[in-house]
Structures are given as C-alpha cells and as structure tokens.
C-alpha cells in the first residue's frame, strides 16, 4: 500500500508538472503505470483528424510487423497512444467513450521504421522541415538519419517533433559523416585519432546515437571510430568501398547500407583498405555460391544488419526511373527539371543494355538470400532524385514484394526490423502495451501501400491529405 501510496504521488506530480493530459492505467491486476499524450502546438493539431485519449479501431485486417499472417476482422483499442486491447472484433469490448473509428475493408501496419532517412538530399544539406511532414504523411513514424549533412539542425529538428512543435516522425539523429583522403570534402576527414574521438565525443554529448563512414575510410579510422562509438553507447553503420564488408564486420560494425552495390569483398583488381576496382563483379557473382553464404553467415554470425535501399538503385535504371504524379507535385521546379532532363538522356540513349536493370535483380537477391538465411534485414528510402522521403519508403516495399518477399515479410523488414537495430522495443509492432504508431492503408496494401489514410503517432491520428496539401513544389526549393 505504501508504495502504491508513492508511485500515486509520484504520478500525479508528473502529470502536474509537464501539464499534460495523464491517466492512470491498469495493467494487468496489480501494476499501475502512468501513459500520458504529449501537449502538441496548435499548428501541428491543425493537420490532427483524431484527437482522443480512447480510440477503438474496427473490423480491420492487421499486420502486426512480426511477420505473423495478417489477421482480419480485428479490433484494436488504444488508449493514451498506447495499444491496450488487439483482438477479434466480436470478442473485444469497446470502453465506454471510446472513439470508434470503422475500418472495413481498411488495412493497418506499424509505423514504417526508416533506417536510411536523411534529412538532405545531393546540393540540399538540410531539407529536414519538407521531408518531415513527407515522412509522416506517407506512415514513416520513426527514422536514423543514416549520416547528416547538417548534424546540428537533424539535432535540432528531433527536439522540436519531440516537444510537439514541429510535425514529423521520430528522428534518431546520426553525427557527421565519416570518410578519407579523396572522399567527400563536406564529410570529417579524420587527421588523427584525436580527432576521431573528439567528434564522437562532441556528437555524442549533443545526443547523437549513430555514425556512418562513407566509402574512402581507411581500415584504421574505423576501428577507432567504432571503439569511440560503442565506448559512447553510439552505433556504426558503412557505406562501404576501401573496406570490405568481411573486414567491416570483423572490426565490429554494426550495420551495413546498400547490399551488394557496395560489397567491395568481391571486386576485381582492389587494393585492401582503398576505394577501387570494378563493378563487374554484380554480373558475374553466384549469388548461392559458398563465398557469398559464408560472407552473410558471418555478418549474421556477428549481428550485423544490413539495409536494403532499392527504391534509390530503381531510380538509375533507365527503364525504370519514371517520377509518379504525387512525386511531381512535390519536387521543387529545380529538381523536376533535374528529373526531366534525366529523363532526357535515357530515353535518348535508347540503349538495348539492361545492365542496371539486371544489377538491380542481383542486388535484391543478395538481400533476399541474407534475410532468409536469419540475418536482420532492415530498409530505408536514401532520398535523391526523384524519390523522395516517404514516397521512396513506400517503394521499397513495392520493391521488396518484387525481390520475392511475403507481405509480412516485407512489412517487418520496414518496421520491427528497423526498431530492432534502433533498440528500440516499443515500436515496430502491433502489441498489446507497446507504442500506438501506426498507419491506417486504406484498402488492401498488398495492392497499394500509396493509400495512406491515417497514421497515428504519439495518441494522435493525422491525415496525411492535410500534410501534403500545402506542399505542392516545397520539397528541393
Ligand atoms: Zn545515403
């Protein structure tokens, strides 16, 4: 009783002081835990449909992000943003003042979470505010930067979504690139260790969680990097090229990005611990040959996952690289005309060489082989010419589906995948007492996943329609 006395007390002095609208739940008979809804500025509930403490979802099929068969005729109830009740729609009560909301013929699935996010694209190092509200609208609740171009304003962009000022998904900002001599000059350049560690240690003070090297990072660098990060409870990721994905995960990395594009183990004439060779080696590897197996084995072996980025190879593929409607809509008038005389030149190629198109198959797979083998496959979109945050996202599911994944299987690369690497259990999935971030589709997403409807994030449900509607030419001003 005593403690019960405290943990009330405690409770009410939260509620009290952030001012925020507070419940006290019952969890199961003897537990009590406080759920709350944070306060969000006027200006974000402007783009807000569902703003209720109680909400019963109806007679929908779910996905749960687990990679379970989808299950239809449900019922979920959420309460403060929490899931409390997930069930059959005849055996589920629905509480008194619940909002009901009927999703017949309605889809849900976790909110898609994006581990190659960023908040700039190729000559915009900050296009954080428009693809935040991309984001979201298109059911990405939670993104890793993946490597930012302006850590500061990722930094400041995630405080502000955090304190309810701005709209967008959760963001774990990653710091600075990483790379080396005769790398990007607007990544860190490391000159010695020193430096090394003083990034990271800067980074990691401002809450940076995550770094990435890029392609020209000598072997020695990373092993300090990685050293200094985990040292700091932050993780690496690689865009690999000097550094083959056998040394990578040897030294400890934790994640990889790009599958097989960027495998540099297998490239003809490379020099160990430099960016070179050829490419060739996409058309000429045995994707089921026992060098590969053995390569993803000992990524699995050690944890390392690896992320899958189609949407952004699709889009340099001549027969393939066609902006859609909405895209057009969105993209700025400099990027368009990018767009078009992209267009331009493939078409004026007319070539009769598939090659890319034939590289992209491999590439899927490669990935393909390396989930089903049990290694952690987890997606992102890599924004860049025409495809954008969260339109991109959506087509790697499209592309995934095409590399030969179920449904679920795709689904739970996009989102409990992602939440895994992210160590973060509360999101990702359909359960009972995890965080309600989730998107309504509406229809059948194995046919469409482009109709989002409604996605809910901390207890709100927006409507994606509202987001976009003053976005017309924003993104890539
Ligand atoms: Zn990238």
Not at 145 to 162: D, F, H, M, R, Y
Not at 186 to 211: A, C, L, S
Not at 387 to 414: H, S
Request: aromatic content about 8%.
């Amino acid at each position: 009783m005593k403690q019960l006395t405290f943990i009330l007390i405690i409770a009410i002095f939260l509620g009290c002081k952030q001012n925020s609208k507070s419940e006290f739940i019952a969890l199961g008979s003897d537990k009590i835990s406080i759920r709350e809804r944070k306060e969000l500025n006027q200006n974000i509930l402007n783009y807000v449909k569902y703003n209720s403490d109680v909400l019963a979802l109806t007679n929908v099929t779910v996905f749960d992000g687990k990679g379970n068969p989808a299950k239809e005729n449900q019922t979920l109830i959420v309460e403060n943003g929490h899931f409390q009740a997930i069930g059959q729609s005849s055996k589920i009560d629905i509480p008194k003042g619940a909002t009901t909301i009927n999703l017949k013929g309605k889809t849900i699935i976790p909110g898609i979470v994006g581990v190659h996010n960023h908040l700039h694209i190729p000559r915009f190092p900050f296009v954080g505010e428009t693809a935040s509200k991309l984001y979201l609208a298109s059911g990405v609740t939670t993104i890793q930067t993946c490597g930012s171009a302006s850590p500061e304003q990722g930094v400041e962009l995630s405080k502000k979504i955090e304190q309810g000022k701005f709209i967008g998904p959760n963001i774990i900002t990653s710091g600075p690139y990483f790379t080396g001599k005769g790398g990007n000059p607007n990544m860190i350049i490391p000159r010695d260790e020193k430096h090394i560690k003083d990034t990271i240690q800067y980074w990691t003070k401002k809450g940076v969680r995550w770094f990435k090297v890029y392609r020209h990072t000598t072997p020695s660098d990373l092993e300090i990097i990685i050293q200094e990060a985990h040292k700091r409870n932050a993780k690496v990721t690689g865009h690999l090229c000097s550094i083959t994905f056998e040394q990578a995960t040897n030294f400890g990395i934790d994640g990889i990005e790009h599958g097989l594009n960027s495998t540099s183990d297998f490239r003809k004439n490379k020099t160990f611990g430099i960016c070179d060779g050829s490419r060739e080696y996409i058309d000429e590897l045995n994707i089921d040959s026992e060098k590969v197996k053995r390569l993803q084995q000992l990524m699995i072996d050690n944890n390392v996952f690896l992320t899958s980025t189609l949407a952004i190879y699709e889009s340099s593929v001549p027969n393939r690289a066609f902006a859609d409607e909405r895209t057009l809509e969105v993209m700025s008038s400099f990027l368009k005309s990018q767009y078009s005389e992209r267009r331009n030149n493939f078409d004026s190629q007319k070539s009769s060489d598939n090659l890319r198109e034939r590289r992209l198959k491999r590439i899927m797979e490669f990935e393909y082989q390396f989930f089903k083998m049990g290694g952690t496959l987890t997606a992102g979109v890599d924004a860049g010419r025409h495809v954008l945050p969260g339109f991109g996202d959506q087509r790697n599911f499209e592309l995934l589906k095409e590399a030969g994944f179920t449904n679920e299987e795709a689904i739970k690369i996009m989102t409990s995948n992602g939440a895994k690497v992210l160590s973060n259990s509360e999101v990702g999935v359909i359960e009972n007492g995890k965080k309600a971030d989730f998107v309504v589709i509406n229809g059948d997403i194995k046919k469409n996943i482009r109709n989002v409807e409604l996605v809910f994030k901390d207890g709100y449900g927006y409507d994606p329609k509202l987001i976009l509607k003053d976005m017309n030419g924003k993104f890539g001003e």
